[in-house]
């Protein structure tokens, strides 16, 4: 199954700027990645090692909780940021 997903670490977003943020994890085979927000999947990267999700100018409604999630046919995991 894929270990835990991580991040590129932490930062501040101020409205109006672009935002990226990358998640990756490592398995073999590689896994899917996929970022969600709620139900509604806003990311995603086939057979690769990580997964950037990118804002080009953000709001106040892009905040809240978003989930990563590692999967391949061995299992997943997931990882969960704001």
Known sequence: APR???LNG???VVAGDP?????GALSHPAPIL??????RV????????QVTL???EAT????GEY????????????LAFN
């Open 4 to 6: 835990p997903p991580v």
């Open 42 to 49: 806003v990311a995603t990267a086939v057979y690769e090692s």
């Open 60 to 63: 106040p409604e892009d905040a």
């Open 34 to 39: 996929t970022v969600a927000r709620g139900r």
């Open 19 to 23: 935002v990226a943020v990358t998640c």
């Open 67 to 78: 989930l990563c999630r590692a999967e391949n046919q061995h299992g997943g995991s997931s």
């Open 54 to 56: 990118e804002v080009a």
């Open 10 to 12: 932490s930062l501040w």
